[in-house]
């Protein structure tokens, strides 16, 4: 399927209605862009974000056996009942904003009873070690990426007009690493950082970890997917594959932090035009964001320093969505109020 071409009349219908809202045109800054934006993607000339659809894909990672998580992988699955019983940050970000949470098991390794309201739909039995193996083969990334996809359909049906991608797996901000270096050919340090919390001695290890993956998978740079299948993680391919589906099926997406960051660098990358589907909430405290941002040329909305993942930074940007929408929708033009226009 191709990737869906935004609307450029409901953008000119939208831009009109800024030009025409009680404010001197542009102060209201980029809430307005981000209607104008959000009206193009949805097609009218007056958008909505009232409906938001969060997925956490979880997976483990067989590069925790090296050493690069200040937590161990059992956490990984502890999470998976803490977000099934509502203990989680995304948890509670999603309660506040009535927005439906979704938890799906891509790919632990640990046998565990799947708490009601986790779907198990595991690719895998977590990823290969990358710094000795490929992280999955192609069926496992293509099995992945189907979960992703699936959830997007969910979230249609549901009527979301917002879909945000988390994910859970120890580990992963080494797979995302590894991932960024080889597409952005990147020295590792450029991008590696304390993830949970590594010390700078954890964080040179982690270093040399991305390094010997990146030597023994060899120059990746200018193919996505192999690059994916040798350095990724399963919730990584699933978040690729729910944007992949976002753009093809029309659904506009808040990008979260630094995986789900990198998981969008691999989307854009095998379909540039996707870029257009991604906005990005938050600069996460992990300090190789930055270069990830910059590569899909990103400007994003909040810098908290949050750097938890989850999806818990698009769901902290989403009442910004959601007033730059309200404030398109519901201010007066100088028409109706009566002011006079310059
Ligand atoms: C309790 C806890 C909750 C989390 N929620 C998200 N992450 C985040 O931390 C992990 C990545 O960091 P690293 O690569 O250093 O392991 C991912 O699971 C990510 O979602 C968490 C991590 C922990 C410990
Ligand atoms: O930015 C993120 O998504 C992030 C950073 C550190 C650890 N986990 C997630």
């Keep these: ?35 104008v934006r959000l009206a193009a993607l949805q097609g009218r000339a007056r958008p909505t974000a009232d409906h938001v659809h969060i997925t956490v894909f979880a997976a483990d990672h067989g590069v925790t056996a090296e050493g690069v998580s200040a937590y161990p992988a059992a956490v990984t ?3 998976i009942r803490n977000f099934a019983a509502g203990g989680a940050a995304v948890s509670v970000i999603a309660r506040r904003l009535a927005a439906e949470l979704e938890v799906v098991d891509v790919g632990t390794a640990e046998d565990y009873e799947p708490p009601a309201g986790v779907r198990c739909e595991r690719a895998a039995r977590g990823s290969g070690n990358i710094r000795h193996e490929p992280a999955m083969d192609s069926a496992t990334r293509e099995r992945a990426e189907a979960s992703g996809r699936a959830s997007v359909t969910r979230a249609l049906t549901a009527g979301a007009d917002i879909f945000v991608g988390g994910e859970m797996g120890i580990g992963n901000t080494t797979a995302a690493t590894a991932l960024a270096c080889a597409l952005l050919d990147l020295p590792p340090a450029h991008l590696a950082g304390p993830g949970t919390g ?61 995986i789900a960051s990198v998981a969008a660098l691999v989307a854009v990358r095998r ?72």
């Design 198 to 258: 590594l010390d700078a001695a954890g964080v040179t290890h982690k270093v040399a970890v991305v390094e010997a993956a990146l030597a023994r998978h060899g120059r990746l740079r200018d193919d996505p997917v192999a690059a994916l299948e040798r350095l990724g993680g399963l919730e990584i391919a699933a978040l690729a594959g729910a944007y992949q589906a976002c753009g093809e099926l029309g659904l506009s997406v808040l990008a979260d932090g630094f």
């Design 271 to 342: 379909e540039p035009a996707l870029r257009d589907w991604l906005l990005f909430a938050h600069r996460s405290g992990e300090p190789g964001h930055g270069g990830i941002l910059d590569a899909l040329g990103a400007e994003p909305l909040l810098d908290l320093g949050m750097r938890l993942g989850e999806g818990s930074g698009a769901a902290a940007a989403v009442p910004l969505l959601r007033l730059a929408c309200t404030l398109h929708n519901e201010m007066a033009t100088f028409d109706e109020a009566g002011v006079s226009e310059s």
């Design 77 to 79: 699955v502890e999470m």
């Design 1 to 35: 399927m191709v990737i869906r071409q935004p609307d450029t009349t409901a953008e000119a219908g939208a831009r009109e209605r800024q030009r025409r809202l009680t404010k001197p045109p542009g102060s209201l800054g980029r809430l307005e862009d981000l209607a």
